[in-house]
């Protein structure tokens, strides 16, 4: 079950895995600047308290047609509740930097949102609670550092947690 659900949320990383020179992204990234806050002021300033990552898991799988891929599993704590709202379908964003063996960091980030939801490229697993990505266009054979933070819908971003994956 969970298989099928990540496949919808495959993001491909083939770009930082080659050494190109274009960014490669999940999806809506960008900076909040000007936009709205949750007390419908304009800024950059968030309200409340960030989220504080407290696990950090990457693993290599083998998604049939998409090849092998690296999951990211983000365990979190969140005082404010507001990394991602049920309700209003809200939520934050997923940011990471990735790099290969020899190869710059690539900046990536994506939105989180529910695993049954369609536009999301993070979500909130249902069994386990933690924010969930899948990175594509990997070679299994090659050493990758990933270094994830959270920002919650207010805008408050996490320290930065870091792993590795070696074959």
Same mark, same amino acid.
């Given at each position: @079950? @969970? ?12 770009? %930082?895995? #080659? ?8 999806? %809506? ?24 990552? !407290? ?40 940011? @990471? ?14 939105? &989180? ?6 536009? #999301?490229?993070?979500? &909130?697993?249902?069994? #386990? ?8 266009? &990997?070679?299994?054979? !090659? ?5 994830? #933070?959270?920002?919650? &819908? ?13 074959p």
């Open positions: @079950m @969970m298989r099928g659900i990540l496949f919808g949320f495959v993001l491909t990383l083939g770009v %930082a895995c #080659s050494g190109g020179a274009e960014e490669n992204k999940f999806g %809506a990234g960008g900076e909040n600047s000007g936009a709205p806050d949750l007390d419908g002021t304009t800024g950059t300033t968030a309200s409340g308290s960030p989220p504080e990552i !407290t696990s950090l898991d990457v693993v290599l799988d083998d998604f049939g047609s998409e090849g092998d891929v690296l999951v990211v599993e983000v365990g979190y704590a969140d005082e404010d509740g507001d990394v991602y709202d049920a309700e209003s379908g809200e939520g934050g964003m997923l940011m @990471m930097s990735v790099s290969g063996e020899g190869t710059e960091p690539q900046q990536l980030s994506a939105g &989180i949102g529910s695993a049954t939801g369609e536009s #999301s490229q993070a979500y &909130i697993d249902p069994d #386990s609670g933690k924010v969930v990505s899948v990175i594509s266009s &990997i070679d299994p054979e !090659t050493s990758y550092t990933i270094d994830v #933070s959270l920002q919650d &819908i207010a805008g408050n971003e996490s320290e930065p947690a870091q792993a590795n994956y070696s």
